[in-house]
């Protein structure tokens, strides 16, 4: 059998409300689990009236726990919308409460419109640009602990220590 996946956005349809895309998405995951699919991805997207779910990773935790072998992760997690150590431990955490079963896509589009976007990454140190590239750095620097010594996060440890980020998956190219 070819390996399929499904890369879910939680469609909202004229007769669907967006709460019901959800439930929806719960219910396709656990039929594909059922019939061998391998890999059930949701994505990010945000301000979009068709898209009811802009938080992957509480998605892919509400479906981990309703099925048995597929593997669920993000398709993907917009990097620069999150702090590094948010993405680290939510994904931590998943991969405590579903060991090998996680990964983790990580993009760098906004998934949504200027304004959105600006709202979601509006910071107290107002970098501004594209810091796809710092923040992944970061977030690897979660996992393996070497931020330098003298570095403000050196003794912040990403929660459940003992427990690893699950595999990290880069999306597309903008």
Known sequence: MIPLSVLDLSVVTTGTK???ALRNS??????VDGLGYVRYWLAEHH??????SPAPDLMIGQI???????????GGVMLPNHAPLVVAERFKMLEALFPGR?????GRAPGTD????????SRLDRREGDDFLERLHELTLWETRD???????????????????PP???LGSS
């Open 147 to 165: 931020f330098p010594a003298g570095h403000p996060y050196h003794n912040v440890v990403a929660m459940p220590d003992d427990s690893p980020l």
């Open 102 to 106: 996680i990964d983790l896509g990580l």
């Open 18 to 20: 967006p709460a019901a």
């Open 64 to 74: 981990a726990a309703v099925t048995q072998h597929i593997r669920v992760g993000s």
């Open 26 to 31: 719960i219910d396709l995951a656990r039929h």
């Open 168 to 170: 990290i998956w880069l």
């Open 114 to 121: 200027c304004a959105t976007a600006y709202a979601l990454r």
């Open 47 to 52: 301000n979009l009236a068709s898209v009811a």
